[in-house]
């Protein structure tokens, strides 16, 4: 076991966070706000409101959903997609269109 020196004087085996900041996400050591467990998604709507068929992509992070999102719109707009609602888990985070600006 390869062991590096901690804060304090103590040592922690290697690959170990020596604090929360350096832990990943998901690592269940309460690093990160609003991650870990929580599963981001996309829900598409017509122009009605209604909600349609679309990729069923799970995202660990809202930045990630996001990052997603802004290489799939024109893509989704164009199979007839007019709104993208944004849901961690089952709460709603936004809504938002997917029509040209001034639409």
């Given at each position: 076991?390869?062991?590096r020196p901690a804060r304090r004087g103590k040592a922690l085996p290697a690959g170990v966070p020596?604090?929360?900041a350096e832990?990943?996400?998901d690592s269940?050591?309460?690093a990160g706000?609003?991650?870990g467990d929580m599963a981001w998604t996309w829900r598409y709507e017509n122009p009605s409101g209604r909600p349609v068929d679309g990729p069923r992509e799970t995202f660990g992070?809202?930045?990630d959903a996001e990052s997603?999102?802004?290489q799939?719109?024109?893509e989704l707009a164009g199979s007839g997609v007019t709104t993208v609602v944004l849901m961690e888990d089952e709460r709603v985070e936004y809504r938002m269109s997917l029509a040209p600006a001034g639409e």
């Open positions: 076991m390869v062991v020596a604090t929360l832990a990943p996400a269940g050591c309460g706000k609003g991650t992070s809202q930045a997603w999102i802004g799939t719109w024109r």
